[in-house]
């Protein structure tokens, strides 16, 4: 088993390191005559890229995509034939000679030990496969299912939550977090500089809202949708947890609290009051929005010295130099984004092939 593949009908297998040649992705069960522009894909890798603030990594990485496979020329873009697509992004600014002190340490809160444990190997330059290349697919995920608007924000950096009354769409697009409350910007800058002064690190929640999913999609017990979410969004590297909707605060609700009520509207179709459940019961989208949030640790590559031990067993202080995030948490915004992208493609496809509707 490799484990390098996730879906169903919409097959996603990503290859290469963040320290190699290059990496990519094949995405298989693409449906054919699905229309994209080689900006489409670019737009989002821009998004997620390196480099673009003192907030995150200062590596120079163009993520530039090339199309191998899978399409066809098609006006100014391409138009997909049904056989699988193969997407590449080369590496360009590698410098892995700033990982040499620590070839034979392990950090502490990364997955160096638990790599050597299962592999007897390690690559000790960086944190393996890249996420540019599900952010890549996940734009092939969107045109899929029609309407489809997947979007995300950060809402809490550290101990620095948003107001959600403030939130703003638009916001997010006009500063380096991800925010969608103007008011914290400056806030999580701040705090930010400090963290990046200091050689440390801090964590980040990210949530990511998906809107126009049709009601329908999913399966309960082995098939649901928010299990397939859950599943995708904690395959992210350094990605703790994951809720739905309400999630952990669920458990502090009465059962009058957390029911999301319904009635008819005037065109005589039903619609719900609340949105607890984060627009899935039973594992099967109800037609409102899908709300999924997930945390994602501090960085574990930091420069203030941390006890640990070597592969030899021998206990040292490890620091890491080189070029790191400071809030990691801010680049998975799209990562999210695209995994959730990818889950409901994948439900919307093989719900098609099962009942013959959508």
């Not at 297998?13 to 990519?24: K, M, Q, V």
């Not at 530039?64 to 360009?92: D, F, Q």
């Not at 040499?100 to 340490?105: C, K, S, T, V």
């Not at 990046?196 to 049709?214: C, D, L, M």
Request: glycine share 12%.
């Amino acid at each position: 088993m490799s484990f390098n593949t996730f879906g169903h009908m919409f097959r996603v297998t990503t290859w290469g390191e963040s320290h190699g040649a290059a990496l990519g992705c094949v995405v298989d069960g693409c449906p054919p005559g699905i229309f994209f522009t080689q900006g489409d894909i670019q737009a989002e890798l821009d998004r997620r890229k390196p480099g673009q603030s003192k907030y995150t990594t200062r590596r120079r990485e163009a993520d530039a995509v090339r199309i191998l496979s899978g399409v066809m020329p098609e006006g100014k873009g391409y138009i997909t034939t049904g056989t699988p697509v193969a997407m590449m992004i080369e590496n360009t600014d590698q410098r892995s000679k700033d990982y040499g002190d620590i070839a034979r340490q392990y950090r502490p809160g990364h997955a160096d030990y638990a790599y050597d444990v299962k592999y007897g190997v390690r690559d000790y330059r960086g944190g393996g496969r890249s996420s540019a290349p599900r952010v890549a697919a996940g734009v092939l995920a969107r045109k899929i299912v029609p309407g489809l608007q997947v979007r995300g924000a950060v809402v809490a950096i550290g101990e620095h939550e948003i107001d959600r009354s403030r939130w703003d769409w638009d916001e997010v697009g006009r500063n380096p977090f991800f925010c969608p409350d103007s008011a914290m910007v400056d806030i999580f800058a701040r705090s930010l500089d400090e963290i990046r002064k200091a050689g440390s690190s801090i964590g980040a929640v990210v949530e990511i809202v998906a809107e126009n999913v049709p009601a329908g999609l999913g399966a309960p017990v082995y098939g649901k949708l928010d299990q397939d979410i859950a599943s995708l969004l904690m395959s992210v590297n350094a990605v703790k947890g994951v809720e739905i909707g309400d999630g952990f605060a669920a458990a502090r609700l009465r059962g009058e609290e957390n029911a999301d009520e319904m009635r008819v509207d005037d065109k005589g179709e039903p619609v719900f009051l609340s949105n607890h459940a984060g627009g899935i019961l039973g594992g099967i989208a109800t037609g409102q929005p899908v709300i999924a949030r997930f945390a994602v640790k501090p960085t574990s590559s930091i420069l203030v010295p941390r006890r640990s031990i070597d592969a030899d067993h021998h206990e040292v202080d490890v620091v890491t130099r080189g070029r790191h995030d400071p809030c990691v948490g801010i680049r998975a915004v799209p990562v999210g984004e695209a995994m959730v992208a990818c889950a409901v493609a994948d439900h919307f496809l093989r719900h098609r092939g099962q009942t013959g509707r959508v």
